[in-house]
């Protein structure tokens, strides 16, 4: 079950014609899904789609009304595949996933289903994860539309554009044979707006009837001959018909002046920066109105010469906005207007940045210095020689102050205690080559631990770690996450581990989740999911293809047996791959699934133990090591009121769960005695209660004697 | 609604169009709320007729670091409006921030500016992990931040938002809407502020109450603006006892008394402390070598310094005398305040039972430390022995103190102070501080500063076992150091820079680079020049 729950929500996609639909980017995208009649959807969650996938597993029930199909896939190659249902049935189909590293993953089935066409319109609906908060590699997800042409969709960042690109997109799609992108950037999918609703439409022909029917069509697989013939088509045939369907219906939007001196072409995506930028010039009003003339390509691929041509006839130069890098869409322009033969100035990296994202400041910035150059008569003084505040003009520097605060491990994470298990290890044994994965767990490279080198991908963090499969002095060790484990590990890191003899450490770190994402199911969840199929374990499957060196660890908490564990896979003479399994729930999905029921026994009367770890500050001496082995959030500091004490203490907040990690670390590093666990019992049964007086009587007559015959000052008595 | 139609609209040279647009950043860090605070201002404004537009940066990268949240509003009309996805530097007219480090972020990105913005903030920290992980003190400087704060808002609401999400049992999100509905900044009545936290339906009355009294704080209703310093628990506060300890006492007391004045109360603290360690007799012994300081101290002139070289060995030989051992710990385990504390920290009501586990893991050389010290010598000193010690003791032990045969181990064990002194570990930290001692008051005699840096050093001790061992050697590394350096003009402050360096990291890669500058200015200089 996901981190956040869409049930509620969900049943705004019931909406019907005329209504007002009110919500985030996403669950428009959903219902616009619907309303188009979609036959299957599915996916892969990542930032900024995973609440996508949320959405659609909480609105199952829904599509199951309508006969969708929805699949979870196992990763975004699976996704892709599925909509080879597109191929030869006149069905919808529409996945999502995260980009750019998804569509990687993805683009060995993209590129086969672009080649031999699409009957029904087939929609891969991408997360562009770009800037601020992103959480991957920086790059566009137009390279992989065009090497495989595909359209790109990049609608304007508001509900009713969004909603409308999803229609636009199934019947581009089926016009001209040729699946279609839909790029969503990370804002957009939370945008909080809303649009008038259409009513949902059953796929006129469902995936469940196709069955009855199946259909193929040797040309349309991809195989030469027909492989020439496909790439032949998509210049021929295919990207003719998509020109003319995007012209046709005006896919591209043009706004403000028809004549002006100069103008502005920019991605869809783009558009809420532009406008804002020209507002606090006082060239465009609240409501988009502007006096510079817009191009807005709601279509970034293909480009429309013709449009381009004419939008840049009669002006003396043309703005391009296109975020990130290289700029294809830039340099695709210069090309036609240098076949053309035109005259027009074209502007676009020398004025904004040439990589990185389009933030206000920069398109305020970069927009200014345009028109400065080309059209100043529209700027005020102040705007064609800004004086820019800089951050510390108002006061002192704080860039210094300031600490950084990057993403790390939640309070109670039971994969803090493997990494400190990990990071005692090495303390011991000296350092170790260590290919970390992704998922919540590389977290494990920042401070604290500072533990891993490189991640290469999802499930390959094994893989990564194949040069050093040799063995030599010390052992390699390698991370793999379950998400990543059943995405893609199983075959590419352990499968490759046992045949190519892997000498290699490999510590598989299960939460239960998918938990970076969001906390999805997966094969290995021990939830019971009602549509999905779980409770497989890593172990057999890791024993299935061959690894006989494998150790399963239940409570990860268990700082001492996951060290000790460790160094036994660096040190015994098994041959082949050495795999630790170390399991414990995700805090974040048991806290949410636990609160609820410990509430409920306590106020029903029900005996309830309530953990929680605290420090004794008059033993914690200030050093702060439980800290370098540990980083959780609840555990903190605190400044002692005593003159005598220079160094904050340890102090534990109230965002403990009990956990137990503190305890185990402070055990197993063997660093001091200060932690305490304080288990408060609610409703203690009778005889417990009974028990539990008598020996509190004893012990208060024990303090209260030794307390009578010596010194006591004030509370420290 | 896909509003293609070409409308002109009459350029406007540098008249700021989107004057009508309130724009709202808020600054969290992940998990603590700021979702559900965006969603609340968002519906309030709906609740008052008013066009709103959210967005957030969720994801992964968002867990446990810092997050930015961003809201538009302005008075509905026809049409749509057409609202930017993100803040931009001196683009923002409300800035809310859940913890003050994230206000100070805010101002590094320009998003408080003077001309505009009300920074709403609470001034309580959550500390960066860059900032736990320093062996010594690593918190960033708060002060520096408020004065900034106050000089680049227009207006400035803050005050300890989390105490009151802790005192209402709610979330500091629910403070953070009360801050900005009292701060004024939005045009928005309370009530209809409440009606929003209502409609939410979850933890309403908690919501409510955390909403209230923030709402208070911020319009200055209640004073909150500032955490009430923490009250400094007064050494001369009632001592109780035996009637023959109090005249003990009264005795230590008065030797304080004979104390220069600023000496006093830092001695006053320190007799205290090594009373409560051991006894009385203890506390004789500290205030000879008090009195033996502040006599050389008078001596170098230390009138003129305030007799920092008294004040300062009077500081860290308290610590040094209260070293921490096995029966230090036992003893303030079992202690009846000490379970009052605990029984608050976890919250406990009268119906509630307390179960308390805790944590030792003793080795050999706590126990030899423990015993007569002729036989912890000799047991030291036999290898075999030794090991044999080790694999008896050594494992963790969680002890359950609520519980009476637990209870009884350590009371007995922290029973054994009467028998302190003739220990192996006291033979040895005794002869550690006086050699400290010796080494201060001979350089008492060459440079004052000097000397008062050396004492200062002393802070460098702490920790248990490996932690501990490591600061002793951390301790030593300085004071060589020191030696090196010793009788130049600038002794003091390189023996200062040397300490700063020692707490900065755990492995003494600072103090390395340190140590290795001076080594380096040493050999340029005539060999043996300082010998």
């Given at each position: 079950m996901a981190e956040r729950s869409f049930v509620k929500e969900v049943q705004q996609l019931r909406i019907g014609a005329g209504e007002e639909f009110r919500g985030e980017g996403i669950l428009a995208i959903t219902k616009a899904l619907l309303e188009a009649g979609v036959g299957y959807v599915g996916g892969y969650q990542g930032a900024p789609i995973s609440h996508l996938m949320d959405v659609l597993a909480d609105a199952q029930d829904i599509l199951a009304e309508l006969g969708v199909r929805y699949e979870a896939n196992a990763s975004e190659a699976a996704a892709a595949a599925m909509l080879a249902a597109s191929v030869h049935y006149p069905i919808r189909g529409a996945v999502a996933f995260k980009s750019t590293v998804g569509t990687n993953v993805a683009s060995d089935a993209l590129a086969n289903l672009a080649s031999g066409g699409v009957t029904g319109g087939a929609l891969v609906i991408v997360g562009e994860d770009?800037?601020?908060?992103?959480?991957?590699?920086?790059?566009?997800?137009?390279?992989?539309?065009?090497?495989?042409?595909?359209?790109?969709?990049?609608?304007?960042?508001?509900?009713?554009?969004?909603?409308?690109?999803?229609?636009?997109?199934?019947?581009?799609?089926?016009?001209?044979?040729?699946?279609?992108?839909?790029?969503?950037?990370?804002?957009?999918?939370?945008?909080?707006?809303?649009?008038?609703?259409?009513?949902?439409?059953?796929?006129?022909?469902?995936?469940?009837?196709?069955?009855?029917?199946?259909?193929r069509k040797t040309d349309r697989i991809v195989l030469p001959p027909a492989a020439f013939k496909h790439e032949q088509e998509k210049v021929t045939e295919r990207w003719p018909a998509a020109v003319k369907f995007i012209?046709?219906?005006?896919?591209?939007?043009?706004?403000?002046?028809?004549?002006?001196?100069?103008?502005?072409?920019?991605?869809?995506?783009?558009?809420?920066?532009?406008?804002?930028?020209?507002?606090?010039?006082?060239?465009?009003?609240?409501?988009?109105?502007?006096?510079?003339?817009?191009?807005?390509?709601?279509?970034?691929?293909?480009?429309?010469?013709?449009?381009?041509?004419?939008?840049?006839?009669?002006?003396?130069?043309?703005l391009v906005v296109e975020e990130g890098q290289p700029a294809?869409?830039?340099?695709?322009?210069?090309?036609?207007?240098?076949?053309?033969?035109?005259?027009?100035?074209?502007?676009?990296?020398?004025?904004?940045?040439?990589?990185?994202?389009?933030?206000?400041?920069?398109m305020l910035d970069g927009i200014s210095s345009?028109?400065?150059?080309?059209?100043?008569?529209?700027?005020?003084?102040?705007?064609?020689?800004?004086?820019?505040?800089?951050?510390?003009?108002?006061?002192?520097?704080?860039?210094?102050?300031?600490?950084?605060?990057?993403?790390g491990f939640c309070t109670g994470c039971p994969e803090r205690p493997i990494f400190a298990a990990m990071k005692l290890v090495e303390q011991e044994m000296g350092p170790h080559q260590i290919a970390a994965d992704i998922g919540c767990h590389l977290f494990s490279i920042m401070p604290p631990f500072e533990i891993g080198g490189t991640t290469m991908g999802f499930?390959?963090?094994?893989?990564?770690?194949?040069?050093?499969?040799?063995?030599?002095?010390?052992?390699?060790?390698?991370?793999?996450?379950?998400?990543?484990?059943?995405?893609?590990?199983?075959?590419?890191?352990?499968?490759?581990?046992?045949?190519?003899?892997?000498?290699?450490?490999?510590?598989?770190?299960?939460?239960?989740?998918?938990?970076?994402?969001?906390?999805?199911?997966?094969?290995?969840?021990?939830?019971?999911?009602?549509?999905?199929?779980?409770?497989?374990?890593?172990?057999?499957?890791?024993?299935?293809?061959?690894?006989?060196?494998?150790?399963?660890?239940d409570r990860t908490y268990d700082v001492t047996k996951v060290r000790d564990t460790l160094k036994d896979a660096l040190t015994t003479d098994a041959e082949g791959p050495k795999v630790i399994i170390a399991s414990s729930e995700c805090m974040l999905n048991r806290q949410r699934r636990e609160r609820p029921v410990r509430a409920k026994t306590m106020r029903d009367g029900g005996r309830v133990e309530v953990p929680k770890f605290g420090v004794d500050e008059d033993v914690c001496t200030g050093d702060h090591a439980c800290m370098r082995l540990s980083g959780c959030p609840s555990l903190t500091m605190k400044k002692l009121d005593d003159p005598l004490r220079d160094d904050p203490v340890a102090a534990i907040d109230e965002s403990c769960v009990g956990c137990g990690n503190c305890g185990e670390v402070a055990d197993a590093a063997v660093l001091c005695p200060s932690f305490y666990r304080a288990d408060t019992v609610h409703n203690p049964g009778r005889f417990e209660s009974w028990a539990a007086r008598q020996s509190a009587r004893l012990i208060g007559w024990l303090q209260a004697r030794r307390e009578s015959r010596r010194l006591r000052f004030g509370d420290a008595a | 609604m896909i509003d293609a139609a070409i409308r002109n609209f009459t350029a406007t040279a540098g008249q700021d169009q989107t004057e009508g647009i309130i724009k709202v950043a808020v600054l969290a860090v992940g998990g603590q709320g700021g979702g559900v605070l965006t969603d609340w201002i968002v519906d309030v404004a709906e609740r008052?007729?008013?066009?709103?537009?959210?967005?957030?940066?969720?994801?992964?990268?968002?867990?446990?670091?810092?997050?930015?949240?961003?809201?538009?509003?302005?008075?509905?009309?026809?049409?749509?409006?057409?609202?930017?996805?993100?803040?931009?530097?001196?683009?923002?007219?409300?800035?809310?921030?859940?913890?003050?480090?994230?206000a100070g972020r805010a101002i590094t990105r320009g998003f408080v500016t003077p001309d505009r913005t009300t920074l709403i903030a609470s001034n309580h920290r959550m500390y960066a992990?860059?900032?736990?992980?320093?062996?010594?003190?690593?918190?960033?400087?708060?002060?520096?931040?408020?004065?900034?704060?106050?000089?680049?808002?227009?207006?400035?609401?803050?005050?300890?938002?989390?105490?009151?999400?802790?005192?209402?049992?709610?979330?500091?999100?629910?403070?953070?809407?009360?801050?900005l509905a009292g701060s004024g900044a939005l045009p928005f009545s309370k009530e209809s502020f409440e009606e929003t936290i209502r409609a939410a339906g979850r933890g309403v009355e908690a919501s409510l109450r955390a909403f209230d009294r923030a709402y208070a704080a911020a319009t200055g209703e209640a004073e909150a603006t500032e955490s009430a310093p923490p009250v400094s628990a007064d050494p001369q506060e009632p001592v109780t006892g035996p009637r023959r300890m109090l005249v003990r006492w009264s005795a230590l007391n008065a030797r304080i008394a004979d104390l220069p004045e600023p000496v006093r109360d830092i001695a006053r603290r320190g007799v205290r402390k090594v009373v409560d360690y051991q006894d009385p007799d203890y506390g004789d012994d500290y205030l000879d070598a008090v009195e033996r300081?502040?006599?050389?101290?008078?001596?170098?002139?230390?009138?003129?310094?305030?007799?920092?070289?008294?004040?300062?060995?009077?500081?860290?030989?308290?610590?040094?005398?209260?070293?921490?051992?096995?029966?230090?710990?036992?003893?303030?385990?079992?202690?009846?305040?000490?379970?009052?504390?605990?029984?608050?920290?976890?919250?406990?009501?009268?119906?509630?039972?307390?179960?308390?586990?805790?944590?030792?893991?003793?080795?050999?050389?706590?126990?030899c430390g423990l015993m007569p010290w002729r036989i912890g010598a000799a047991v030291e000193a036999r290898p075999g022995l030794y090991r044999l010690v080790d694999r008896l003791v050594n494992r963790g032990r969680r002890i359950r103190t609520d519980s009476l045969l637990p209870f009884l181990s350590l009371y007995y064990v922290g029973g054994l102070r009467r028998w302190r002194r003739g220990t192996l570990r006291h033979r040895r930290e005794k002869a550690h501080w006086e050699s400290w001692i010796d080494r201060a008051q001979t350089a008492l005699r060459l440079d004052y500063a000097f000397a008062v840096e050396i004492l200062t050093c002393r802070r460098l001790v702490k920790g248990y076992s490996d932690t501990h061992a490591r600061s002793l050697s951390k301790f030593d590394r300085v004071l060589d150091g020191a030696d090196l350096v010793a009788g130049r003009p600038d002794a003091a402050d390189w023996v200062r820079r040397l300490r700063e360096a020692a707490l900065a990291d755990e492995k003494g890669e600072a103090l390395d680079g340190a140590l290795a500058t001076i080594r380096s200015f040493i050999d340029d200089s005539v060999p043996g020049a300082t010998n």
């Open positions: 770009y800037g601020e908060g992103s959480s991957i590699m920086q790059e566009r997800s137009h390279a992989f539309a065009m090497k495989s042409q595909i359209w790109l969709l990049d609608p304007r960042p508001n509900l009713p554009s969004m909603v409308q690109a999803v229609h636009d997109g199934f019947e581009l799609s089926e016009a001209s044979n040729t699946p279609v992108m839909l790029e969503v950037r990370i804002r957009a999918c939370h945008v909080h707006g809303r649009f008038t609703a259409k009513d949902n439409v059953p796929p006129p022909l469902s995936v469940r009837d196709a069955l009855k029917n199946p259909q012209r046709e219906r005006g896919l591209n939007e043009f706004f403000g002046p028809k004549s002006a001196k100069t103008g502005i072409v920019l991605q869809g995506g783009m558009y809420n920066t532009v406008i804002r930028a020209l507002q606090r010039l006082g060239l465009a009003n609240v409501h988009g109105d502007t006096a510079i003339p817009l191009y807005v390509l709601n279509v970034t691929y293909p480009l429309i010469d013709q449009e381009f041509l004419d939008f840049c006839r009669d002006k003396d130069a043309v294809y869409i830039e340099q695709a322009f210069g090309a036609m207007l240098y076949k053309s033969g035109a005259v027009t100035k074209l502007i676009g990296k020398d004025v904004l940045p040439p990589a990185g994202e389009y933030t206000g400041a920069a345009f028109l400065k150059d080309f059209d100043p008569s529209l700027l005020q003084a102040k705007d064609r020689a800004p004086n820019k505040p800089t951050p510390d003009s108002y006061g002192e520097d704080l860039t210094k102050t300031v600490p950084v605060r990057p993403p499930g390959l963090g094994p893989a990564s770690n194949a040069a050093f499969d040799g063995g030599g002095e010390r052992r390699p060790i390698s991370i793999l996450g379950d998400g990543g484990f059943w995405h893609n590990g199983l075959t590419s890191s352990i499968g490759n581990a046992v045949y190519n003899k892997s000498d290699g450490v490999v510590m598989i770190v299960d939460n239960y989740y998918s938990a970076a994402t969001g906390g999805q199911d997966i094969l290995s969840s021990r939830a019971e999911n009602k549509s999905k199929s779980t409770q497989h374990s890593i172990e057999s499957a890791v024993r299935g293809v061959g690894v006989k060196w494998v150790r399963q660890i | 008052n007729g008013y066009h709103a537009q959210s967005t957030s940066v969720p994801g992964v990268a968002q867990r446990t670091g810092a997050t930015i949240y961003y809201v538009e509003m302005m008075p509905a009309t026809e049409r749509e409006p057409v609202f930017a996805l993100m803040p931009a530097p001196g683009d923002v007219d409300v800035l809310v921030a859940a913890e003050i480090m994230e992990v860059s900032e736990k992980i320093v062996p010594g003190d690593g918190r960033a400087d708060v002060d520096v931040v408020l004065r900034s704060a106050q000089q680049a808002s227009r207006h400035f609401v803050c005050f300890p938002m989390d105490s009151i999400a802790v005192e209402t049992r709610s979330h500091i999100s629910a403070c953070l809407l009360g801050g300081a502040a006599l050389a101290d008078s001596r170098a002139g230390g009138a003129s310094h305030g007799f920092a070289y008294a004040r300062t060995l009077a500081k860290y030989l308290a610590n040094a005398m209260a070293y921490d051992d096995v029966i230090r710990v036992a003893d303030l385990k079992v202690r009846s305040a000490r379970f009052r504390r605990v029984r608050d920290h976890a919250g406990a009501s009268d119906g509630n039972l307390l179960r308390i586990t805790e944590f030792m893991h003793p080795g050999a050389a706590e126990i």
